[in-house]
């Protein structure tokens, strides 16, 4: 009885070793893929376009200057390498969704995505966006995590946070301080 009862219980382990396997491959994004998040920030006023790259693990976080009272259009790039992935985050559009958190300054964020980046569910994933500061603070931060697999998203402002996901896991994070 006992070597039948040793192995149920090495197929069991087998089993679940294999199914926990099965998950990670259908996040084909991973933080590790994900090395760089770049911030292309357009000053609506001038049209002059500044590139702020955040690198994953990196020990300072990119310093962006804003002015209180001024717009900017920012645009989301994500990389693995010198490989730009948008397209693959966008393919699978219904799995992702990107959440603004503002720390320190009043920022109000509004998505831009075009009607092609639409998420099924009518949202948008926020790689494109439209900022208008109200007011900095010289400790002034950005977070920026993409979410992926969440069970609802909304693009509604919570507190500080703009976009609400329910459930999902992060594909990437990134930290940006903001400068006035």
């Known amino acids: ?19 926990h396997r099965a998950d990670e ?17 357009k000053d609506d006023a001038t049209g002059l376009v500044q590139a702020y790259n955040y690198t994953a693990n990196a020990i300072e976080n990119p310093k962006i200057p804003l002015t209180k009272g001024k717009t900017y259009t920012v645009d989301v790039v994500f990389k693995n390498g010198n490989e730009n992935i948008n397209s693959e985050i966008l393919d699978a559009k219904d799995e992702h ?59 509604a402002q919570n507190n500080s946070t703009f976009g609400v996901t329910e459930g999902g896991e992060v594909d990437a994070e990134a930290v940006f301080d903001l400068l006035n």
Not at 1 to 19: A, D, Q, R, V
Request: proline share 1%; with cysteine.
């Open 25 to 41: 491959e259908q996040d084909v994004l991973s933080q590790e893929e994900i090395s760089n998040i770049i911030l292309l920030i």
């Open 1 to 19: 009885m006992k070597p039948i009862t040793s192995l149920y219980i090495l197929f069991s382990l087998i089993f679940l070793g294999s199914c």
């Open 97 to 155: 969704f990107i959440l603004f958190q503002v720390v320190g300054a009043q920022v109000d964020i509004q998505r831009l995505d075009g009607a092609g980046d639409l998420r099924s569910d009518g949202n948008r994933v926020g790689i494109k966006t439209h900022w208008k500061v109200n007011d900095l603070s010289s400790n002034g931060k950005i977070l920026l995590t993409l979410n992926h697999a969440a069970v609802s998203v909304s693009e």
